[in-house]
């Protein structure tokens, strides 16, 4: 199994529109949890950190499952500038820094 | 903040080539990880240093791959021989060494292996 898996997409979505999608992750010792959004040709860039309660950040909400072990991340009133591939990242085998991460839910919002 | 910066850019080599891909990272971060993202295998871990020390190298696909972090403000990833299989783009990013810090990445580099 792999330690991180996202479904790649992609999610079309119209604009206004919700979309959301989860990631599952296999180490169950799991403690550092994050959404990456990566722009086409550019480099990962820290979209929020997930934590155990949940949180938002304006569209934005993260959500933790520790019992089936996924985290899921929902964008309400989705933009056009939201389009982009939404990476799953999970401190995997070997502690805390090694980072595990998925390859990705690609987001295309259509106007 | 300058943030992470990595040179070059881009590169374009032959077969049989050394590449060297070059790291900073930011300052105070003593964490450091080299990341390699295909299309197809996605992101990943080559290696990581702590405090400059190679903590984690498994991922390093195989003996032409070296990296070194001779102090805490530079890094560095050497293929040699290249081969076109090699071709990817290469990240480096830097984080605190606490749990829940984020990485931090730099623009990657480009390698083009022909």
């Known amino acids: 199994r792999k330690e991180v898996e996202q479904d790649p997409g992609p999610f079309n979505v119209p604009e206004g529109a919700t979309v959301a999608f989860n990631c599952t992750y296999s180490n169950s010792a799991s403690q550092s949890f994050f959404w990456y959004r990566q722009d086409c040709r550019k480099e990962p860039k820290l979209l929020m950190s997930v934590y155990s309660s949940g949180n938002e950040d304006g569209r934005f909400t993260a959500q933790l499952n520790r019992a089936s072990q996924y985290i899921s991340l929902l964008i309400r009133d989705s933009k056009l500038s939201d389009s982009a591939t939404y990476l799953c990242v999970v401190n995997g085998q070997g502690g805390n820094n090694r980072l595990a991460f998925g390859k990705g839910n690609q987001v295309v919002v259509i106007p | 903040d300058a943030g992470v910066i990595q040179s070059p850019r881009h590169e374009v080599t032959e077969m049989g080539q050394e590449v060297t891909l070059r790291c900073k990272p930011i300052s105070g971060h003593n964490s450091l990880f080299w990341y390699r993202q295909t299309m197809m295998r996605g992101l990943e871990l080559l290696i ?37 299989r090699d071709s990817a783009v290469y990240f480096c990013a830097s984080s605190l060494d606490r749990n829940n810090s984020p990485l931090h990445f730099g623009n990657g580099t480009r390698l083009t292996v022909t």
């Open chain 2, 48 to 84: 990581y240093f702590n405090n400059n020390v190679p903590i984690d190298d498994s991922g390093m696909p195989e003996d032409r791959f070296s990296a070194k972090m001779p102090n805490a403000s530079f890094s560095t990833l050497k293929i040699q021989p290249s081969e076109p």
